[in-house]
């Protein structure tokens, strides 16, 4: 929610509700901050930001999470608490903007950018440049703009949306290295794309802000026929996209298609057999396997890996 919704829109609505006077309404903001995947776990030892409309409020939620937690925070104000939401998510997005940036930026000297910044980081305490990867999900794709929404013209808002939009950007680099490698669309140039959940670690079926999902309706919108796998996302809802045919199976997925996207990283990637009908009848067959996740899973002539620590090295569609 946007600085000011608990104060300006929540206790007004509560007050009416009540037919108290909003002095007397006791109201708590105490944004939840877990990882899909470890809510519960996360629950019992993470802090707890709490905060109330009054002393009494703010004492009843701290008795409340102490069930929960023995770690709480009281700050001043509604307002702070919904900034410390909002500055959390938002900060991590950013963080993952710089790592995207320079992989990008490492690219331009012909460097393979992830490679960079595993060795800058190794050993080395000051430095702790997030890996190449898009970002994305029900919480990072939106909070920047809700944290800007009503925030006053200033350095700090164009600042914060930069960095939202450069990892926005991301999905248009996958398209472009898919015409690169298929060519114009049409109904035999099938692309397939497996691990359409947000993430793949911790594992989640969750579709919701899905950059594999944007990158899809993206292909689809330009004419290409899709193959669409995941390990953990639910059929029906995949279906239900209608962006193209749904595979249990990764290698039906790959069958018929030009290329492979493999866009997130799920620890089953690693399991996965090598397929004979892609290595020795497929020759020119590309993969970007966005994460690194299956790296080592094909070695033949006729495939090509690329990730995005170096896939803007390839070819002269993205120069």
Request: proline share 4%; charged share 25%.
């Amino acid at each position: 929610m946007s600085v000011g919704t608990t104060r300006n829109i929540v206790l007004p609505f509560l007050s009416e509700l009540c037919g108290r006077p909003e002095d007397q309404v006791l109201a708590a903001m105490c944004p939840e901050r877990t990882v899909e995947g470890k809510a519960v776990e996360e629950l019992t030892h993470l802090p707890q930001i709490i905060s109330g409309s009054n002393e009494r409020a703010l004492e009843i939620a701290q008795r409340f999470f102490r069930y929960m937690t023995p770690y709480v925070i009281p700050v001043a104000s509604l307002e702070e608490a919904e900034l410390v939401k909002l500055y959390c998510n938002t900060y991590r997005d950013m963080s993952f903007a710089i790592g995207n940036a320079f992989c990008i930026a490492a690219q331009t000297f012909g460097v393979d950018g992830a490679s960079v910044i595993r060795h800058a980081n190794q050993g080395y305490a000051r430095s702790n440049i997030a890996l190449p990867g898009f970002v994305a999900g029900p919480c990072l794709e939106k909070d920047a703009y809700i944290l800007t929404n009503n925030m006053p013209d200033c350095p700090s808002k164009d600042f914060i949306m930069a960095g939202r939009r450069f990892n926005e950007s991301m999905e248009d680099y996958v398209v472009d290295w898919v015409k690169a490698h298929v060519g114009e669309p049409g109904d035999e140039k099938v692309v397939a794309i497996s691990g359409m959940a947000f993430k793949g670690q911790p594992e989640t079926s969750d579709l919701r802000g899905s950059s594999s999902v944007y990158i899809a309706r993206k292909l689809h919108a330009l004419g290409y026929r899709l193959a669409l796998h995941d390990f953990v996302a639910h059929r029906e809802e995949m279906q239900a996209l209608g962006l193209g045919q749904v595979y249990a199976d990764l290698a039906d997925a790959c069958r018929d298609a030009k290329v492979l996207l493999v866009l997130n990283n799920h620890r089953r990637y690693q399991d996965v057999q090598r397929c004979p009908e892609i290595e020795h009848s497929k020759g020119g067959f590309a993969i970007l396997d966005a994460w690194g996740a299956c790296r080592d899973l094909y070695h033949s002539d006729g495939v090509k890996i690329c990730t995005l620590g170096d896939f803007m090295l390839d070819g002269e569609a993205l120069k």
